[in-house]
């Protein structure tokens, strides 16, 4: 996310450096608060406890990595982000507010090319990714790259879009328009027993999805629509026409059946037999 948008989102709220959806409580009228609360929900499906090392993947700006360090007592975390700005920017936060303390270092990289960061496999305990894993294409790039960095019976936790399997007839070619609109791939969106079935083909165990598409998209479309008149920005504003745009989209998304999820799983203690993909036959991706 731009550093222009993300300031006006925390415009009026808590300073913070987050830049995601953010999960939104009865009232909740506070940027950071809400994507914090987001992060927090993935951390605990994850079930992140003290001693943990953690992989946390697409991690923005830094304050995800703060939380898993301090608020859940991981022993070392690592952060991969693809942009160059934002690592920078983490390693300042970090740096700043991490006096005194080690454990946390960052990566420039992709979250389908994490086998590229030549990390150690079965290496971490916990791989999370907050909001980010819909940017993530193929998904299943993504996926075989936390599982072969997972320890057996380490956890994976990560948000995603999903579209229901049941719908109108006229919601495909609307969800894909919106999907374009917004840079992501339509035919990478899977209802939500689908991302629990891709998981456990792949071996991953006590496998949980669950759904927040009110709290998530609603909430953020209710808060985009509310700041945008408290700070005078309309779609039409050059810093404010991603964050209007998707506020404005996700309305008749969701009516086209568009949802939000967030999933978790266990790597099994034994690998399976056969892997149905094999991440060499993935295509490569930037």
């Known amino acids: 996310m731009p550093t222009a948008e993300r300031a006006l989102l925390h415009r009026g709220g808590r300073r913070g450096t987050w830049g995601s959806l953010g999960l939104w409580r009865d009232g ?3 940027y950071a608060i809400a994507c914090e609360a987001l992060a927090l929900a993935v951390g605990r499906a994850a079930a992140v406890q003290r001693g943990d090392r953690v992989l946390s993947v697409a991690c923005g700006a830094g304050d995800e990595l703060l939380l898993w360090r301090q608020h859940f007592g991981a022993e070392a975390v690592l952060g991969v982000e693809q942009d160059p700005l934002l690592v920078r920017a983490a390693e300042e936060l970090c740096a700043a507010r991490l006096v005194g303390l ?18 150690a496999p079965r290496s971490f305990d916990r791989v999370l990714c907050v909001d ?10 993504f996926l075989h790259g936390a599982l ?23 919601r495909a070619p609307l969800v894909r328009s919106a999907a374009r609109l917004c840079g992501l791939a339509a035919h ?6 689908e991302q629990a079935a891709r998981l456990q083909q792949l071996g991953f165990e006590d496998v949980q999805v669950q759904r927040l598409d009110e709290p998530v998209l609603g909430g953020f ?3 985009v629509g509310q700041q945008g008149r408290r700070i005078s920005r309309t779609v039409w504003h050059p810093d404010w026409r991603r964050p209007g745009l998707t506020a404005r989209l996700i309305g008749p998304c969701r009516a086209a059946g568009l949802g939000y999820v967030l999933v978790a799983g266990t790597r099994a203690a034994t690998d399976p037999a056969v892997s149905p993909v094999s991440p060499a036959s993935l295509p490569a991706t930037s």
């Open 221 to 223: 479309a209710r808060y």
């Open 102 to 119: 080690v454990g946390v270092a960052l990566r420039e990289g992709s979250g389908t090319r994490l086998q590229a960061l030549g990390l």
């Open 188 to 193: 990478e969106l899977l209802s939500p027993t």
């Open 132 to 141: 980010a894993a819909y940017h993530l294409r193929p998904r299943a790039a």
């Open 148 to 170: 072969a960095l997972l320890r057996p019976e380490g956890r994976l936790a990560y948000t995603d879009l999903c579209l229901d399997s049941l719908g109108p007839p006229w």
């Open 28 to 30: 909740e009228d506070d």
